[in-house]
């Protein structure tokens, strides 16, 4: 069983910057791809940032690539989410996921491929 616990999340204003963490409760941690999805209210969830196992391999979703950052410690079990510049329309509660099963070669953008969820941090950005 795999524990995701993210934090970071808060209140902020237009433009404005946040990091979230999710810290991983596994020792094999450095096998797992990585992923951020977020869900507004009354919204599907949607694909954020993927990372894989090594962190060499990362991709974004078109809305947020140029002003989030995915990134990875695998020393401290924990994956990152940098988010600059952010949008009224960021606003949601941003989910971390892992995939305990996966080649190094991937990162994975289908919340289908990941058998593990946190509870997700809510980010809410005022305009």
């Known amino acids: 069983q795999v524990q995701l616990v993210e934090s970071g999340g808060g209140l902020v204003q237009t433009g404005d910057s946040l990091r979230l963490s999710c810290a991983a409760s596994a020792r094999t941690f450095s096998s797992y791809a990585m992923g951020w999805f977020r869900q507004a209210p009354g919204k599907e969830r949607e694909f954020v940032a993927a990372?894989?196992?090594?962190?060499?391999?990362?991709g974004y979703a078109d809305s947020v690539k140029g002003r989030f950052t995915i990134s990875r410690d695998n020393a401290k079990n924990t994956v990152y989410l940098q988010m600059n510049s952010l949008k009224p329309e960021d606003t949601a509660n941003y989910i971390c996921?892992?995939?305990?099963?996966?080649?190094?070669?991937?990162?994975?953008?289908?919340?289908?491929?990941?058998?593990?969820w946190g509870q997700g941090t809510q980010i809410t950005v005022s305009s």
């Open positions: 990372i894989n196992w090594s962190g060499d391999n990362i």
């Open positions: 996921a892992a995939r305990t099963y996966s080649s190094n070669i991937y990162y994975y953008t289908r919340g289908y491929e990941y058998n593990y």
